[in-house]
């Protein structure tokens, strides 16, 4: 306890409390250096009693999320969002969370930092209270589909390092071109048409089972057909067999040679069916026999 001698203060160890009955006190802890006490105050007087605990056995705890969109449209912004959480019973002095850049992306957007030369967002947090949590989140666009793994990590001063990832699947938007020209028009009766049909993918993703199937009016017959897969007639309908894939910006071609039987204002039609459309895609090409 704490008293004077000569005038001045002075500290006295070890000492014990001689009354017979226990005295009101106030109790508190407190923590210092890396150590953990206990400080007694009896009521009557400003007097204290401290008491060496051990060590301090606090310790901040950080956790980390990571959240974004299952699937994102391509030139879409992809915004990734982090929650940080200290859970221990400590404050952490400084808590550094590291984004890194997947491969294929571009930073845009978010409120850290960015390391350009490490392609990465860096945020810090100070003094990160026990149970507090920050939100964290930052924007990016990519160029070209598939997908981006995000593996962000939080390391304090005090606290361990944590990890955690989420995925998001940049997706392409598909569309295609149909085309079909009559190669002779007009084209005299018993004379061979012949009709070029091409397939442009026009989009960001690869077109899947593409399958043409044309139809004949009863003023032509089919002579031949021919093109990057093969045909196959069964009376005016010829179906062509399906093209396992067309990459974006791609074309494919093939022909169909029919034979002009009457006269008439005729009608040459294609359809297009793929796996990234739910209706069907038509063309229809006139021809003048006579």
């Excluded at 992306?105 to 507090?132: C, D, K, L, M």
């Excluded at 149909?178 to 028009?185: A, I, K, Q």
């Amino acid at each position: 306890m704490s008293s004077r001698k000569n005038g001045e203060p002075i500290l006295i160890r070890d000492l014990v409390w001689g009354g017979e009955e226990p005295i009101d006190a106030y109790e508190f802890t407190f923590y210092s250096k890396g150590r953990s006490y206990r400080c007694v105050t009896p009521k009557l007087c400003c007097n204290f009693w401290v008491e060496d605990l051990g060590p301090d056995s606090r310790v901040p705890v950080l956790t980390i999320e990571c959240n974004t969109s299952d699937e994102v449209p391509i030139h879409r912004p992809v915004r990734v969002c982090l929650i940080v959480k200290n859970t221990g019973d400590m404050p952490d002095e400084l808590v550094t969370v590291t984004l890194p850049v997947p491969a294929g992306a571009i930073f845009t957007q978010s409120t850290g930092e960015t390391n350009a030369a490490a392609s990465r967002v860096i945020w810090r947090i100070s003094n990160f209270a026990p149970y507090a949590s920050r939100h964290l989140c930052a924007n990016f666009t990519v160029q070209q589909p598939g997908d981006l793994t995000f593996t962000p990590t939080a390391f304090g001063t005090v606290a361990h390092q944590v990890d955690t990832m989420c995925v998001t699947r940049v997706s392409g938007i598909p569309a295609v071109l149909l085309e079909v020209v009559d190669v002779d028009d007009p084209i005299e009766v018993g004379r061979t048409e012949t009709y070029e049909l091409s397939v442009v993918n026009q989009g960001s993703t690869a077109l899947t089972n593409v399958v043409i199937v044309c139809a004949l009016e009863d003023t032509q017959e089919f002579v031949s057909g021919t093109g990057v897969t093969t045909a196959q007639a069964q009376g005016y309908i010829i179906t062509f067999a399906p093209l396992a894939m067309l990459p974006p910006k791609a074309t494919a071609k093939w022909q169909v040679i029919v034979k002009a039987l009457a006269a008439g204002d005729v009608r040459f039609s294609a359809e297009l069916t793929s796996d990234q459309f739910k209706r069907p895609i038509n063309e229809t090409e006139a021809t003048r026999q006579y």
